[in-house]
């Protein structure tokens, strides 16, 4: 049996600034798909010559990760581990927060000057209460360094992150044994995607429509699955851009404030308090 869709999750407006941005995640019909959090989809629109860029300045996290993958255009990233990138579209960012970092995400000086295309999704993966407090790492991968699996007859392909697909592994060795990919189909086109019934599974329409069983999956929507089966079977209507990935249920208690998601109220305030303290690192000044 394959999987089906047990319900669909609008992603409502909530532009930031000048940047166009989406979110399903969390929202009134569904606060989390465990260990998913949060997603942003920014975009897509184009900027102006001489334009703002991006409004992600010095920002701090602790408890999870965060997944950014750049559809169109570039992204700049900094944080107080000492990771400095710009990585360009296709690429992906993937950065532990773990017991705390600071970064920031901006448009570089280029982008600024010159304006163009800009398309950006950011997920966020919650980490068990044993890995919260792990070091943080990043790692900026560029498009030409993510595995592209190509669909017959030229259809489609997938771009590996993480996990297996067809006996290639993705450049990223996650902490809790994460599958992520996305898939870029044709209109018309088919692809089964393993999604093993005891795992969440995690699929968004970035762009167009799709069929999965008797259902027609729009687009700008989360797309939660029922557990009936170890696959999901999906059919592009339009061109279709998906996100999507498999992870473990984690299962444990979720506060989040802001920033920080860790398991308890008591954890909560002590990442503000070591936050004020400057004990997240300061590396990084607010270029």
């Not at 929202?27 to 798909?33: F, I, K, N, T």
């Not at 687009?219 to 592009?236: R, Y």
């Amino acid at each position: 049996m394959t999987r089906q869709i047990k319900q669909q999750v609008k992603a409502y407006r909530d532009d930031i600034r000048d940047l166009q941005t989406r979110r399903p995640l969390p929202g009134p019909q569904l606060e989390h798909l465990d260990p998913f959090l949060f997603l942003n989809h920014h975009g897509p629109q184009v900027y102006a010559p001489d334009n703002l860029g991006l409004p992600f300045g010095p920002h701090p996290h602790r408890g999870f990760e965060t997944v950014t993958f750049i559809v169109r255009g570039e992204l700049s990233h900094k944080d107080t581990g000492g990771h400095e990138s710009i990585i360009g579209a296709g690429g992906v960012q993937w950065m532990t927060a773990g017991s705390g970092l600071i970064h920031s995400e901006l448009s570089p000086e280029s982008f600024k000057k010159q304006g163009g295309e800009l398309e950006i999704l950011q997920l966020w993966v919650n980490l068990p209460a044993r890995l919260k407090m792990t070091a943080p790492s990043y790692v900026g991968l560029q498009a030409a360094e993510i595995p592209q699996i190509p669909l017959s007859h030229g259809e489609g392909s997938v771009s590996l992150i993480s996990g297996e697909v067809a006996g290639v592994s993705g450049p990223i060795n996650t902490l809790t044994d994460v599958t992520m990919m996305t898939v870029q189909l044709a209109a018309g086109s088919e692809i089964t995607l393993s999604a093993p019934a005891a795992r969440e599974v995690f699929l968004y329409t970035v762009k167009g429509r799709l069929q999965i069983g008797d259902d027609e999956a729009q687009a700008w929507h989360l797309i939660e699955l029922d557990d009936a089966g170890d696959s999901v079977t999906v059919t592009a209507v339009d061109d279709a851009v998906i996100l999507f990935g498999h992870a473990d249920k984690i299962r444990e208690p979720i506060v989040s404030h802001g920033p920080f998601v860790m398991n308890s109220m008591q954890e909560i305030n002590q990442a503000i308090l070591d936050y004020q303290a400057g004990k997240f690192d300061v590396k990084l000044d607010d270029h």
